[in-house]
Nanobody, 115 residues
Framework: QVQLVESGGGLVQAGGSLRLSCAASGSFFSGKAMAWYRQGSGKQRERVAAITSVGSTDYADSVKGRFTISRDNAKNTVYLQMKNLKPEDTAVYYC?????????WGQGTQVTVSS
């Protein structure tokens, strides 16, 4: 079954750090651009970071300088290192292709940043 599974979320104080992981099953995602998205309560889902198959990256203005996306193609895993977290970063974080495919939205992982 082709799927994406996110992990690594949690509760952290403002200024703290978290590292999210997205494990891709199978080889379908190999060589494809991937991205992290998030959806806060009452907000639309937004793309926060993306990475191409060769490692070029792109970030939303709100996370530039604080978040770093990376991938390990050998492990079929995409990471999101988040530093200097802010309460406004509180959301459910998802990974998907870039652009996203509706069938690959998973459960996501909750990130909560307390002030």
């Amino acid at each position: 079954q082709v799927q994406l599974v996110e992990s690594g979320g949690g509760l952290v104080q403002a200024g703290g750090s978290l590292r999210l992981s997205c494990a891709a099953s199978g080889s379908f995602f190999s060589g494809k651009a991937m991205a992290w998205y998030r959806q806060g309560s009452g907000k639309q889902r937004e793309r926060v970071a993306a990475i191409t198959s060769v490692g070029s990256t792109d970030y939303a203005d709100s996370v530039k300088g604080r978040f770093t996306i990376s991938r390990d193609n050998a492990k079929n895993t995409v990471y999101l290192q988040m530093k200097n977290l802010k309460p406004e970063d509180t959301a459910v974080y998802y990974c998907n292709l870039d652009p996203s495919w509706p069938i690959f939205w998973g459960q996501g992982t909750q990130v909560t940043v307390s002030s």
